[in-house]
């Protein structure tokens, strides 16, 4: 799962978003809908995206949100989780030789900066949508 969350991540890297105050200021829905875009998000987080999305405003909201924060916290790859994978044979052949020596380079760089997360569009999104979790869930 870890390798499918994370294809599409080398662009990803290349197009990151910086957060900061304009991922901040956006509405629940606008990031939400920043990670249906991201190529780095998996069909998983997507799905229950798209599921809380439709249920705004209805009787299941509640439950979707619920689903929709359980799966944000799951797919959310945290710094030490990038590093890893990008260091393993694995990640070398999801992402290449290059490819995986690049992504280690740039998440020792964000981790010494102080990120706990890749900084993908599809992680960007989903640290800024946990950062609202309590909004969401009421």
Avoid: W
């Amino acid at each position: 799962e870890i390798s499918e969350c994370l294809v599409g991540s080398e662009m990803c890297i290349r197009d990151r978003h910086r957060k900061g105050d304009f991922i901040m200021s956006k509405t629940i829905r606008e990031l939400t809908e920043d990670l249906l875009a991201a190529p780095s998000a998996c069909a998983e987080v997507k799905e229950t995206a798209q599921n809380y999305l439709d249920a705004i405003g209805g009787e299941n909201e509640a439950a979707a949100a619920k689903t929709f924060v359980a799966e944000l916290e799951e797919d959310i790859m945290p710094i030490d989780g990038l590093i890893a994978f990008a260091e393993s044979d694995i990640g070398a052949k999801v992402f290449g030789e290059e490819g995986a020596k690049n992504i280690l380079i740039h998440a020792k760089e964000i981790k010494s900066n102080g990120a706990k997360y890749c900084d993908c569009p599809a992680c960007a999104a989903c640290e800024a949508l946990l950062e609202k979790k309590d909004e969401i869930l009421k």
